[in-house]
């Protein structure tokens, strides 16, 4: 898409987020996420079915606004990703309202938004949906706990989990949100419409469990080659330790034995036999307790 067409769609976008409808979803979305997963207490459930029923009422009026400058085409697109841009507004609301608990807007409560409004405006949690569109900050900020590296063993919980995918079956016609503002106005032509069952198979998980498996092991992998490449380092360092030390054992050794030569050959010529028999038995004793050492 070129940088025009996103500008334009940009542009769009944020028309249709200044309606009246836009501002009340973003405003009851924040206080139903505060409800149900920032303090879940059982005294706020009532708060949180109060919420639903306004969230609904907003959500099918938004969806039917009728104005000239906004096309079908531009409308399902924008619809299409709601889910997303009302978890996005939610996280910076919460991000900017306490600040004290910004630690914990973490990627996991990020996905926690994702998929309680993905399933209110679509029925299915959609597993698929990535956070790198995201405010790069917020991203940023969320994931650098993440990103410490921390040594990996085969002993990890994230190694042993299973990576069988889940084949869940949904039954679909109305969204949560639709259903239930067919529902409290009392439609006589909401069952019109039958129920249709999918069989779905969250793959996208499992891919999420094999990735965190392939990258355990090859963050092993890269540990195993680290410290076969530091022993070996220290393997060959000492080597050449051994190899210095056996050089001048070599020189000592042949120094000395110039000396005796040069000993037994004098002892030889000036006959002095008793003095040679002693050095030839000095020789002999510590040639054993050299080898007796080294056993």
Partial sequence: MSLSKNRKKKSYWLDLLEELHADALISDAFWYIICKICNPKPEFEQHQEFLLDRISANYVSFTLIEDPKYDQKGKEQFFKKFYDIIAQSVYYSLYYA???????????????????????????????????????????KASSDAKKIKDASLADNEIGKSSKGRREILFMRYSPLVERYLITHNYETINNVTKWKMLLTQRTETNKDMDK?????????????????????????????????????KKEADEK???????ITSKRENGDYAELSNIVASIALQRESSLADNQ
């Fill in 213 to 249: 498996k392939f990258k355990k092991f090859k963050q092993i992998t890269d540990q195993s080659q680290k410290r076969m490449k530091a022993a070996n380092e220290e393997y060959e360092a000492f080597c050449r330790e051994v190899d210095k030390k056996n050089v001048l054992n």
């Fill in 257 to 263: 034995m110039r000396t005796v030569k040069e000993l």
């Fill in 98 to 140: 306490y600040p004290k608990s910004r630690k914990t807007l973490d990627q996991q409560f990020m996905r926690e938004l994702t998929n309680t409004f993905s399933e209110l405006f679509t029925g299915t949690q959609i597993h698929s949906a990535s956070h790198d569109h995201w405010d790069a900050q917020f991203v940023h």
